[in-house]
């Protein structure tokens, strides 16, 4: 995975810069993938990127979409709204199967229209959004990509919050 400044390193800390986390999923959104989306295990949008949007959506951003300022806004909100409605599902769906079996690792739901595969990323789902060409291979490398770059920095964060709560 490309270097970003969403992530940086020193001797005894990361930084994760929430901003940055849809620069790191657009670099996932080619080849068919059309929505990479890290949301919370309750379905709540943290970040998503969309490989037709000029600039990436953030759940931040939903607040600059309250007026229309462009076809390329108009593309960042629909990526935003469709992050919404795929992590709703997707969340429920992963809460459904983790249920009946804590060894799932990732899940794959092919539908004719496309595929959506989930997968742990620390104590967060990140559910992509493919067209159906796409082979589970591709979807899998993708997060083990993701997973790779940001499963470190995520559990040192959540582990700072435990102990240090607000």
């Not at 810069?17 to 996932?28: D, E, F, K, S």
């Not at 490989?51 to 959506?57: E, M, R, V």
């Not at 490398?141 to 240090?164: I, K, N």
Request: net charge negative.
């Amino acid at each position: 995975m490309e270097s970003d400044s969403s992530l940086e390193t020193g001797e005894e800390r990361y930084l994760l810069r929430p901003a940055g986390l849809p620069r790191v999923l657009q670099q996932i959104c080619t080849e068919g993938v059309q929505l990479a989306a890290l949301l919370n295990p309750d379905g709540t949008l943290l970040a998503a990127a969309a490989a037709d949007a000029p600039t990436s959506a953030t759940a931040a951003a939903e607040d600059d979409m309250s007026t229309d300022k462009g076809q390329g806004d108009a593309r960042r909100f629909q990526a935003l709204m469709l992050g919404k409605l795929v992590g709703a599902v997707a969340s429920n769906s992963w809460l459904t199967y983790e249920q009946l079996d804590s060894e799932v690792r990732t899940l794959y739901l092919r539908f004719p229209c496309g595929a959506v595969s989930i997968a742990p990323v620390s104590q967060l789902l990140l559910c992509l959004l493919a067209s159906p060409q796409v082979p589970c291979a591709a979807l899998r490398a993708r997060h083990r990509a993701v997973q790779e770059y940001l499963s470190e920095p995520l559990e040192r964060l959540y582990a700072q919050v435990e102990e240090h709560p607000a």
